[in-house]
């Protein structure tokens, strides 16, 4: 149990101090990719709670399983940038892991589509790919931005 002390004063004006039980209940976190953000929520297997959208917004919810507290994301939810809600040392954006060898099958499809993407912009065969997909897919994991 988390507390506060919350100071008021009573109906003759006298300050008095109360315990008062406090609990967090949804952290709103700003992502680039609304889509690329509920899949992988949904990979987790966490809870989606909502998927609202309206003109110019859209509001997703997700819980994870047990939890008192939910995540939201969308588009404009927010002013802050999106990756700015990872405190420095909190997350190491270059650690990435996979949890079967599904998991990383369907992460190099997603790169390789990507790259070849790349190459069409680029005008040319890349003869660093290996490197372009290790970006790339550290930085899917890791929710930052994708390389182009």
């Known amino acids: 149990?988390?507390?506060?002390?919350?100071?008021?004063?009573?109906?003759?004006?006298?300050?008095?101090?109360?315990?008062?039980?406090?609990?967090?209940?949804?952290?709103?976190?700003?992502?680039?990719?609304?889509?690329?953000?509920?899949?992988?929520?949904?990979?987790?297997?966490?809870r989606l709670d909502a998927d609202r959208a309206g003109e110019d917004f859209r509001l997703i919810q997700f819980t994870p399983p047990?939890?008192?507290c939910s995540v939201q994301f969308g588009t404009n939810l927010t002013s802050a940038e999106p990756g700015s809600a990872r405190l420095p040392g909190r997350v190491d954006p270059a650690a990435t892991s996979f949890s079967s060898a599904s998991d990383l099958a369907s992460a190099m499809?997603?790169?390789?589509?990507?790259?070849g993407e790349h190459e069409k912009r680029i005008g040319q065969a890349d003869p660093d790919w290996p490197h372009w997909y290790a970006r790339y897919m550290v930085a899917e994991q890791a929710g930052t931005e994708l390389p182009t």
């Open 66 to 68: 047990g939890s008192g």
């Open 1 to 46: 149990m988390s507390t506060t002390e919350d100071r008021s004063s009573d109906a003759s004006g006298t300050a008095n101090a109360r315990s008062v039980e406090t609990k967090l209940e949804v952290i709103v976190l700003p992502v680039s990719d609304v889509d690329r953000a509920k899949e992988f929520y949904e990979r987790l297997g966490w």
């Open 109 to 115: 499809v997603r790169a390789a589509l990507a790259h």
